[in-house]
C-alpha cells in the first residue's frame, strides 16, 4: 500500500512538470509570435518602447520585444459624402503607415468667388507620407488636418479671382494649392504631388446668364465672320476684274504693237517691192531711151481707172477730164515700144 502511494505521488508529480513545461515552451512560443512583425512592400510601422518611440519598421520580417515594445495605434478620420449628397465620417484605427501615393476626395463645398459668387467645388489631394513619425506625432488626424488646410487654401485662392477667372485657369488654381500645401505639410512628414480641381459648379441662374451670353457672342462672332467673309468675297471680286481688265488692257496694247509693227513691216516691204520695181522699170525704160515718169504716171492711171469701173453691175462709164492727156500719155507708151 504505501509503495502504490509513493507511486501515485511520484505519477503526479511528473505530470505537473510535464503541465508545467507545457505551459513554459506554449509561453515561449507565444512570446516569439508575438515578437514577429511582418510589415508589407510599402509600408512601415512605429514602434513605442514603454510609451517612447523607438523605431521605425521596414518592409519584411521584423523582430521586437513583446510587453515592452508595441506599434504606435493610429486613428485616422475620413469625412466621404455618399450618393445623396451627404457626408457620413469613416474612423480607421491601424498600426501600419502606407508609404504609396494616396488620394483623398473631399466633399463638395461652397466658396466666394471675387465678383461675390457661391460657386461649388469638388477637389480631390494626392499626397504621400515621407515621414512616419511626423505623420505620428506631429499632427492627431492627418487625413482631417490635410481637408481642413485644403478647404481653407482653396477659399483664399478662389476669393482672389472672379468667376470668369475661376472657371478657366484651374491649372492656375492647382499650382497656387499644391504649393500652398505642400509647404505647409511638410512638417508633418507629408508631401503634396498635386491638386485637382474635379468640378466647379456656380448656381443654376448665373449658369443660364452664361449660357444666353455664350449664345449671344456666338450669334455675334458668327455676324462678324459672315460680313468679313463677304468684305473679302467683294475685294476678292474687285481684285479679280481689276487684274481682268489689266490683263485685257495689256491683251489689246500687245495685239495692237503687234499690229502696228506687222503692218509696219508691210508698208516697209511693200514700199521696198515697189522701189524695186520702180528701179528695174526705170532700167528697162532708159534702156530703150525713153521717160520712165511718164511710164509710171500712165500706168497708175490705167490701174485707178480699172479699179473704178470693176463693179457688179456697174453701169456708169467714166470718162477722165484729161482724155487727151492720157491719151498722149498711151501713145508715147507706144511710140517708145515701137522704137
Given at each position: ?143 482631417d488636418a490635410i481637408e481642413k488646410l485644403t478647404q481653407t487654401t482653396l477659399r483664399n485662392v478662389i476669393g482672389e479671382m472672379d468667376l470668369d477667372a475661376t472657371l478657366t485657369s484651374r491649372d492656375t488654381i492647382n499650382s497656387k ?33 452664361m449660357e444666353k451670353q455664350m449664345q449671344a457672342e456666338r450669334s455675334k462672332r458668327a455676324s462678324i465672320l459672315e460680313a468679313e467673309g463677304s468684305k473679302a468675297s467683294q475685294v476678292l471680286i474687285s481684285e479679280g476684274l481689276k487684274i481682268s481688265e489689266i490683263n485685257k488692257a495689256e491683251g489689246e496694247k500687245q495685239s495692237r504693237i503687234l ?81
Amino acid at each position: 500500500m504505501i509503495i502504490y502511494n509513493i507511486h501515485q505521488l511520484l505519477k503526479f508529480k511528473i505530470m505537473g512538470i510535464t503541465i508545467i513545461l507545457g505551459l513554459i515552451a506554449l509561453f515561449v512560443i507565444v512570446f516569439a509570435l508575438m515578437g514577429f512583425k511582418i510589415v508589407q512592400q510599402s509600408e512601415t510601422m512605429v514602434i513605442e518602447r514603454l510609451g517612447k518611440y523607438s523605431r521605425t519598421l521596414g518592409a519584411g520580417i521584423n523582430i521586437i520585444w513583446p510587453i515592452i515594445d508595441r506599434p504606435r495605434e493610429i486613428m485616422w478620420r475620413y469625412i466621404k459624402e455618399d450618393l445623396n449628397s451627404k457626408n457620413y465620417i469613416i474612423k480607421v484605427s491601424t498600426s501600419k503607415i502606407d508609404l504609396r501615393e494616396s488620394v483623398y476626395d473631399f466633399p463638395k463645398q461652397n466658396v466666394i468667388t471675387k465678383d461675390n459668387v457661391v460657386t461649388e467645388i469638388n477637389a480631390i489631394l494626392y499626397f504621400q507620407v515621407i515621414d512616419p513619425v511626423r505623420a505620428v506625432y506631429e499632427i492627431s488626424n492627418l487625413p482631417d488636418a490635410i481637408e481642413k488646410l485644403t478647404q481653407t487654401t482653396l477659399r483664399n485662392v478662389i476669393g482672389e479671382m472672379d468667376l470668369d477667372a475661376t472657371l478657366t485657369s484651374r491649372d492656375t488654381i492647382n499650382s497656387k494649392l499644391r504649393a500652398v500645401l505642400d509647404e505647409a505639410t511638410h512638417k508633418w512628414g507629408v508631401k503634396v504631388n498635386r491638386v485637382e480641381l474635379q468640378d466647379i459648379n456656380p448656381p443654376q441662374h448665373i449658369r443660364e446668364a452664361m449660357e444666353k451670353q455664350m449664345q449671344a457672342e456666338r450669334s455675334k462672332r458668327a455676324s462678324i465672320l459672315e460680313a468679313e467673309g463677304s468684305k473679302a468675297s467683294q475685294v476678292l471680286i474687285s481684285e479679280g476684274l481689276k487684274i481682268s481688265e489689266i490683263n485685257k488692257a495689256e491683251g489689246e496694247k500687245q495685239s495692237r504693237i503687234l499690229r502696228a509693227e506687222g503692218e509696219a513691216q508691210a508698208k516697209i516691204r511693200t514700199a521696198e517691192g515697189e522701189a524695186e520695181a520702180i528701179e528695174k522699170i526705170t532700167k528697162a525704160v532708159a534702156s530703150i531711151k525713153g521717160d520712165p515718169i511718164n511710164y509710171l504716171v500712165a500706168i497708175r492711171y490705167i490701174d485707178t481707172l480699172k479699179d473704178m469701173v470693176s463693179g457688179k453691175d456697174n453701169k456708169v462709164i467714166y470718162l477722165p477730164y484729161e482724155a487727151t492727156g492720157v491719151l498722149s500719155s498711151i501713145g508715147g507708151i507706144k511710140e517708145m515700144f515701137n522704137k
